[in-house]
């Protein structure tokens, strides 16, 4: 284990399960300390590294949620030095389905949440004279799913905002990238393979490497686009997705008879 992120502040949105849980352990495990924002606590990282977690309970859209975040990292640790936008909500439904209450709370909570740490976080960054941000967006923002209307729309909306952004700060020494995890492992997808096995098969055809995703191999690209390994690379999108985006899903013409 290397230490490549010791004397880093991070901050980690949604880190109590899933891919937020498992990047917040790797930044721990190498060496920063990570205020995590969420409505639930992350019991099992304080329990793991105890004070180098700093728990602050947050409604990622609301927007005083999120300045209080940042300002409780500024008082105890006078600087943000990566920040990671994992905090979502799922939004299924068609236009049929969906209210306007709920396409407001699938942006907010998504679009809505992004924009609103970037903005707080970004003036500290400037001051410090650089740091990394990486946005975590969603295969779904990057080519159609049938009834995914708020929810694709949200990540679609976060990888053109990640490239608007990068292109503002690049010379600001500040990168903000993003990551589009394709069908991983969470607790959310672990109960839908549990629960619908048909239909999970479905999803594993769609795969050419055969499985879902581990948090932790999604956890890995979000470090390394948060480390300095990553020191020229700004604007991009990076897919875990185990080659789903990269298949036409056309029919394989040397299967055809001769």
Aim: one cysteine or more.
């Amino acid at each position: 284990m290397t230490t490549r992120f010791a004397g880093k502040t991070a901050i980690v949105t949604g880190a109590a399960s899933g891919i937020g849980e498992a990047t917040a352990r790797l930044f721990l495990q190498e060496g920063a300390v990570v205020v995590v924002a969420d409505l639930n606590s992350p019991d099992a990282l304080k329990k793991e590294f105890d004070d180098k977690v700093v728990f602050v309970r947050c409604d990622v859209g609301v927007e005083q949620d999120v300045k209080n975040v940042v300002k409780e990292t500024i008082t105890r640790f006078g600087k943000v030095d990566i920040l990671v936008n994992n905090a979502m909500m799922t939004g299924t439904g068609t236009l049929a389905d969906v209210d306007t209450a709920r396409w407001n709370r699938v942006m907010g909570t998504n679009i809505g949440a992004v924009f609103f740490f970037c903005s707080a976080v970004i003036p500290h960054m400037q001051k410090s004279g650089g740091g990394s941000i990486v946005n975590i967006g969603s295969i779904v923002g990057s080519v159609g799913q049938r009834g995914q209307v708020p929810y694709g729309t949200a990540k679609g909306a976060i990888i053109n905002f990640t490239r608007c952004v990068a292109l503002d700060h690049a010379r600001e020494k500040i990168r903000v990238n993003v990551v589009c995890p394709g069908v991983t492992m969470s607790p959310a997808f672990a109960d839908f393979a549990e629960h619908s096995p048909r239909a999970w098969s479905k999803y594993l055809a769609s795969i050419p490497m055969g499985r879902g995703g581990a948090p932790r191999e999604v956890a890995e690209a979000i470090a390394f686009l948060a480390s300095d390994a990553a020191s020229f690379v700004t604007g991009v999108e990076l897919r875990v997705d185990g080659g789903q985006l990269a298949n036409t899903h056309l029919p394989d013409w040397s299967d055809e008879p001769e």
